[in-house]
């Protein structure tokens, strides 16, 4: 069995995957949301002291298992330092320990892999990357060979959805509560841009997008409504949606890979998940999706990552494990 740890962000969780079967025989998350949403958004220096405290927690229900490890793998980038560092500490400590191999996971390469959870890998395929820090597509075509055709340029959608909702005092996280409140909005009542609508970039920007939305909350003043909210919400929601399928669809349009994917924490918005059944129904292309409890960060889509590692015998000394937080790509750039 392999043990995988995840603390990229403001989520605490270990998982056990066995190597052969690729089941998953344990996983625990404690999510942070609560702690965080009183300042609109993720603290990195409160996030770390919480995975301090509860990283420990899970492990030592996982104790039993111990004897049946072979690898034990980690997140070491992207992600924020401080929280990287409390996952990479106990990840070290545990190699020395038991004696066994490490295994360094690139979190957006788990996010992937989320894709091929107690399930054999698809190749090659093109993936949608839409979570709290990237808004990426990226052409897999191996373990090692993922290529950036599209990245942002600005904002990500998870962060967009998370300051927008900041913007009307909904909470953190934004993604869950936008969607929810666009069900009963009208997304034609606010005309907001679609990002790089006239352009022919192959990127995604959403800092515009987002002072849009700002400067129609600002207009409403103090007498914003719950349907303004809703509405807005909506509106905004459409925009991103819009953004998305135009870029993607530029992409489609030039490669013939059949297989096509959606991951990252904000995959789990089933509007945007419902587009794009459309557009891949126009491109003849087979659409997957991570199930929903694996679409947010966890340590299953980490452990899915180094199973494929172990056999390639991928593994790193403990001394040699470095925090690499943030790495700015372009288009044309590969996840390393």
């Known amino acids: 069995m392999i043990l995988s740890i995840e603390s990229s962000c403001d989520d605490s969780s270990i998982a056990i995957t066995e190597i052969d079967s690729k089941k998953v025989v344990f996983h625990k998350k404690i999510s942070q949301e609560a702690k965080h949403s009183i300042y609109g958004g993720v603290v990195p220096e409160l996030a770390s002291r919480l995975h301090a405290i509860d990283l420990p927690i899970i492990l030592e229900e996982v104790k039993p298992y111990f004897k049946h490890l072979k690898a034990v ?13 409390e996952g990479i500490s106990m990840a070290k400590a545990l190699a020395m320990l038991l004696n066994i191999p490490l295994i360094g996971v690139h979190h957006l390469k788990g996010h992937i892999y989320s894709l091929f959870i107690e399930k054999e890998i698809i190749e090659p395929i093109l993936v949608l990357l839409i979570s709290g820090g990237h808004t990426q597509i990226i052409e897999v075509r191996g373990r090692d060979k ?45 005309d907001l841009p679609v990002p790089l609508k006239h352009s022919p970039l192959i990127a995604f920007s959403l800092s515009g997008l987002k ?18 909210r809703c509405d ?29 994917a959606i991951v990252g924490g904000a995959s789990a918005n089933l509007y945007i998940r419902d587009a794009y059944k459309g557009i891949c129904k126009e491109f003849n292309k087979n659409i997957h999706f991570a199930p929903l409890e694996y679409c947010s ?28 937080p943030t790495k700015r790509v372009s288009n044309g750039d590969y996840l390393l």
């Open 146 to 190: 993922m290529k950036i055709l599209a990245t942002s340029i600005d904002d990500s959608v998870g962060e967009s959805f998370d300051k927008c909702a900041k913007m009307m005092g909904l909470g953190y996280p934004g993604g869950p509560i936008i969607e929810k409140l666009a069900r009963e909005g009208n997304e034609d009542r606010f």
């Open 211 to 228: 002072n849009a939305v700002r400067l129609k909350i600002e207009g409403l003043g103090e007498a914003i409504t719950y349907q303004d």
């Open 297 to 324: 960060d966890n340590a299953v889509m980490i452990g899915r990552y180094a199973i494929e590692a172990y056999y390639n015998k991928d593994f790193i000394e403990p001394n040699r494990l470095d925090i690499n």
């Open 73 to 85: 793998s980690v997140t070491n980038q992207p992600g924020l330092g401080v929280t990287l560092l």
């Open 232 to 260: 807005i919400s909506a509106s905004f929601q459409k925009a991103i949606k819009l953004h998305l399928l135009q870029k993607s669809k530029k992409v489609f349009a030039s490669c013939d890979i059949e297989d096509f």
